[in-house]
C-alpha cells in the first residue's frame, strides 16, 4: 500500500525513511492501557447519528493534503484520533508518529486528481471512503506509484469526523504483476489490544476458510450487508455479491497462515484488525501470493463481521 495525496499522502513520507522510531513490541503484545483514547471522544456522538456523506469526507481529505504540503504536523494532532493506524505494507504507523512525520515531508507535489469516490458508512459513527488518486509526487527524487486506490476510515468525534487509518494499494494494469515491496522502515510502537486481537483472528480464520472452501454460504454469512473490498490489484468489489463471488471462485489451497496481527477497536463495536496472510496453493496458473491486509469489522449482537477489506502484496 503505497502513497499518494491528502490524507492519501501520509504513507510517502515512510518510504523515504522518515519513519524511524524503532524498538516496536509485537503486535499481539498486551498492554495495560490499550484500550485508554483508543476510540474518539464519545461526549457528543450521541448529538448527531447522520451518516457521512461524500462531500463531508472528501473536503476532510482535502484538509488533510493543504496540512501535509505545508508541513502542518500540528494539523494532524487534532486530525486523527489516538488509535490512528497508517498501513504501508510491513509498516504501521501511530499517530504520534505521523504528526511528527507530516513536519519533515520531504515531497514535491505536482499536478494531481482524486476520483471515484465511494463512501462506506459501516456504522453511524464509523465510515469509510475510497478513491482513485493519481498525483505527480516525488520525494528525495523518487517518482511515487501512480494511480493508487486510497483507503481511509474515519470516526465521528461530536461534529467532526476524523482519521481512524489510512491505506493505499497502487492500481495495476489487468496483466501487471505486484511489485516486491521495498523494505519495509522500522515498525512504530502502536497501543495493542491483545484480546481483541485474540477474538479477531478466529474470525479472520473463519473466513480464510470459507475462502479455501468454496463456501459461499459461509462467505455470506460473515460479510455485513453493505461490505466492500479493495483487491490486492487496486480494484474494488463494491458489493456484497462482488466479494462472495470473488472469494468463492475455485483456488486449490492447502496450508494459511495469519501472523502479526493488530487490532484496535476504534468507535463502540468497530474494530480494525490488521495482519499478514499467508497460503500455500494456486488460483488457476497463479501462485496464491502473500498479502497485508485490513479488516474492518462492526459487531452485530454478539458476532463480529467483515465490513470493509484492503489487501497489498506482502
Request: net charge neutral; charged share 20%.
Amino acid at each position: 500500500m503505497k502513497r499518494i495525496l491528502g490524507f492519501t499522502l501520509l504513507t510517502i513520507i515512510c518510504i523515504t525513511g522518515a519513519c524511524n522510531n524503532a524498538g516496536t513490541p509485537p503486535a499481539n503484545t498486551a498492554n495495560a492501557n490499550a484500550n485508554k483514547g483508543n476510540t474518539a471522544s464519545n461526549a457528543n456522538t450521541a448529538a448527531t447519528t447522520a451518516a457521512a456523506s461524500k462531500e463531508e469526507l472528501v473536503a476532510r481529505e482535502k484538509q488533510a493534503f493543504e496540512a501535509w504540503k505545508n508541513k502542518d504536523g500540528k494539523f494532524f494532532e487534532g486530525f486523527l484520533i489516538p488509535g490512528f493506524v497508517m498501513m504501508d505494507g510491513a509498516y504501521r504507523g501511530g499517530k504520534d508518529d505521523t504528526a511528527k512525520m507530516i513536519a519533515a515531508n520531504p515531497c514535491q507535489v505536482g499536478a494531481s486528481t482524486m476520483t471515484d469516490e465511494k463512501v462506506t458508512n459501516v456504522s453511524p459513527q464509523v465510515a469509510v471512503i475510497t478513491m482513485k488518486v493519481t498525483a505527480d509526487v516525488t520525494c528525495e527524487g523518487k517518482k511515487m506509484p501512480s494511480p493508487v486506490t486510497s483507503v481511509s476510515v474515519y470516526v465521528r468525534d461530536g461534529n467532526e469526523w476524523k482519521g481512524a487509518y489510512h491505506s493505499e494499494v497502487p492500481i495495476l494494469a489487468p496483466d501487471a504483476k505486484p511489485a516486491p515491496p521495498p523494505p519495509p522502515p522500522p515498525s512504530s510502537s502502536l497501543q495493542a489490544n491483545a484480546a481483541l486481537a485474540a477474538t479477531l483472528i478466529e474470525r479472520e480464520k473463519f473466513i480464510w476458510d470459507a475462502w479455501k472452501e468454496h463456501d459461499a454460504a459461509k462467505v455470506g454469512d460473515f460479510l455485513t450487508t453493505d461490505a466492500s473490498a479493495v483487491e490486492m490489484g487496486g480494484g474494488i468489489l463494491a458489493t456484497k455479491a462482488d466479494i462472495v463471488k470473488a472469494w468463492t471462485t475455485p483456488c486449490d489451497v492447502k496450508d494459511i497462515k495469519i501472523t502479526n496481527e493488530h487490532a484496535v477497536e476504534i468507535s463502540p463495536g468497530v474494530a480494525l484488525f490488521l495482519y499478514k496472510g499467508t497460503a500455500t496453493g494456486k488460483c488457476g496458473d497463479m501462485n496464491v501470493l502473500p498479502q497485508w491486509a485490513t479488516t474492518v469489522y462492526v459487531k452485530e449482537g454478539d458476532t463480529w463481521k467483515g465490513a470493509f477489506f484492503v489487501a497489498s502484496p506482502a
